[in-house]
């Protein structure tokens, strides 16, 4: 858990970069950081592994109040991404994703352990990578042994900014997917910054609004999404917030509200999705128009359904918009 | 072609000997040189006030003429009694070979990508760790860049040394210069410069050895 209690970050008399910050991140969540281009997120997190001082207030990691645990064992105890991977070009794959265990005095035994481990979790051969250098890896393995490295010695708290930043879409996505895979299993507490507001709601648990160094909002993104507590947030995720909810919902919450309409077994020209998909990817593959017909498989492989855009857009209706018009009249 | 060859007959061991003398000299001075710039040249890196100073002396140093340096050199060193021979042209060349070595170590360490030092400092490395595993490291191929340049340069510096009675190859350009014998003065600078591409090419190679291969294009 990391709490932050009225942090205020000042660079000389003038600049207020974090400005009375207040939240929780807590344990086992993902808390992400979004703003405009230097409204403070990186110097907000910075400040958590004491990257940067804290001006006032302060931050409670674990119950532990930063400021009073040594910087070097406190790092050790955070697993740190940054965007451009920060991976050692002078080591081994295997020795960038072990320094922290190394310096940490681990045995040898445990380390090539903890590396078969945590190269199964990013899905590549711990064999084979393990022994390259990192120029021998593309951006996005690279970034996925980034994301593992800080992950080594098993550290309670992540720090990522921007991790996937770097990365062309559909590689981020991926990797996105994939983390979010590896969440489900280590279960850290993380602070994750981005500027991409798809990002940040597809990883949030919750989300923190920031504009020059204050809080515009913290909730969770279904809520900020429906009930903006100000012009300033309602505007930073658009006109098209609500089409945007629509990656918080999948075919299955729709299928549960409204239900899904029957297979018509007559038309030849079908296609096929899983129904955890979320609503966001089904509808772009519907105005693609891609078929007659999108079938919905369970797990199992068992049709049960077809979806169409009436369908979604019923949804939207009923279970969005009706949520955001309520806010704006309230 | 007969001369020549009659030449080297009566002087190829004297040559060699000269070679061999102008090697150890040189090679001491670099390693004593090495031994007080790289450390100073890494300090530099924590000290940025100091850096500017000992930089701009070092460079100072460099502009100084060669054979004035080493004139300098004899009246300091006559007080020990040392006045002509090794110990002045030794001093010399060290000072020289500091201004390269100091300066490309501390550059080198310096100029480590920033991302690369954040990564290391968030993952909890202590300043030595931080120098030792990631800066030096990553600073190797323009630390003996700096190296290199030292060598080539107190190999060629090391002939004047002849002057103060230092020995070397420049016994034979200076002998040639006076007793206008030009058999003397080319197989002198043929010499140094033979001497001066296998030094550098045998530290080029250790450079590869040392530096992972990703660092060495
Ligand atoms: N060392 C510094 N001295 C003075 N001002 C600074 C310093 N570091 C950051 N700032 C200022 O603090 C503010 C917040 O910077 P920060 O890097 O945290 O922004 P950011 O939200 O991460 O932006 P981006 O999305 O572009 O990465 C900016 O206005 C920046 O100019
Ligand atoms: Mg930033």
């Known amino acids: ?48 592994n004491r990257l940067e001082s804290i001006s006032e207030g302060e931050i409670i990691i674990n119950g532990e109040n930063s400021k009073d645990l040594d910087p ?4 050790r105890k955070i697993g740190y991404v940054i965007q451009s991977n920060g991976l050692f070009p002078n080591m081994t794959i295997e020795e960038n994703v072990m320094l922290v265990p190394d310096l940490l005095g681990w045995s040898k035994k445990d380390k090539r352990e903890r590396f078969k481990y945590l190269m199964k979790l990013s899905g590549l051969d711990a ?7 990192p120029h021998e890896l593309s951006g996005g393995q690279q970034q996925r042994i980034g994301v593992v490295r ?4 098993d550290p309670p708290v ?5 991790p996937f930043g770097a990365l062309d879409p559909i590689i981020r996505e991926k990797i996105q997917d994939e983390f979010l895979q590896i969440q489900r299993e280590v279960k850290k507490t993380i602070l994750f910054v981005s500027h991409d507001i798809d990002e940040a709601i597809k990883m949030a648990d919750k989300i923190v609004l920031l504009r020059d160094g204050k809080v515009m909002q913290f909730d969770t993104p279904s809520e900020m999404l429906a009930h903006p507590k100000n012009e300033f947030v309602s505007q930073f995720f658009g006109k098209d917030r609500a089409i945007k909810s629509l990656s918080l919902h999948t075919v299955e919450n729709l299928r ?50 077809t979806i169409t855009i009436d369908l979604v857009q019923k949804y939207l209706h009923f279970e969005i918009k009706g949520k955001i018009s309520a806010s704006q009249e309230g | 072609m007969e001369n020549w060859a009659r030449f080297l007959e009566v002087n190829a ?15 001491l001075a670099i390693i004593v040189a090495l031994l007080i710039g790289i450390p100073l040249g890494i300090y530099l890196t924590t000290n940025q006030y100091l850096a500017d100073t000992v930089l701009q002396i070092a460079s100072i140093t460099l502009t100084i003429p060669s054979i004035a340096l080493f004139g300098v050199m004899i009246p300091i060193f006559s007080l020990i009694n040392q006045g002509i021979g090794f110990v002045p042209a030794f001093v010399a060349l060290v ?6 070595i100091i300066r490309n170590t501390y550059t080198g360490i310096k100029n480590v990508n920033p991302e690369m030092r954040d990564a290391a400092i968030g993952m909890g490395m202590k300043t030595h760790q931080r120098l030792l595993r990631v800066e030096i490291p990553n600073a190797l191929p323009v630390i003996m860049a700096g190296v290199r340049t030292a060598v080539v340069m107190n190999i060629g510096i090391a002939v004047i040394a002849a002057y103060i009675g230092a020995g070397g190859l420049g016994v034979l350009i200076t002998q040639g210069i006076s007793r206008n014998d030009n058999y003397l003065i080319i197989s002198g600078s043929i010499a140094v410069a033979v001497l001066a591409i296998i030094a550098d090419s045998i530290l080029l190679l250790i450079q590869k050895r040392f530096t992972k291969k990703v660092l060495a294009n």
Request: hydrophobic share 40%.
């Open chain 1, 1 to 48: 858990m990391i709490s932050f209690k009225n942090v205020t970050k000042k660079y000389g008399e003038e600049i207020t970069a974090i400005d009375d910050v207040d939240f929780t991140v807590e344990e086992g969540k993902i808390v992400v950081l979004l703003g405009p281009s230097g409204c403070g997120k990186t110097t907000l997190l910075r400040m958590v």
């Open chain 1, 150 to 153: 800080a992950l080594a010695a």
């Open chain 1, 72 to 75: 070097i064992e406190l790092r």
């Open chain 2, 13 to 27: 061991s004297r040559i060699l000997e000269l070679t061999i003398d102008h090697a150890v000299l040189v090679s």
């Open chain 1, 256 to 305: 549960e509200i409204i239900g899904l309409g029957p297979v018509d077994e007559t038309i030849q020209d079908t296609k096929t999705i899983n129904v955890h998909q979320d609503l966001r990817n089904t509808l772009s593959m519907l105005m693609n128009q891609e078929a007659d017909q999108v079938i919905v498989k369970d797990d199992h492989g068992e049709n049960i359904g």
């Open chain 1, 158 to 162: 992540m720090l990522m900014d921007e």
């Open chain 1, 127 to 133: 064999e084979d990578y393990g022994k390259r250098f």
């Open chain 2, 95 to 100: 000072l020289y070979s500091q201004l390269p």
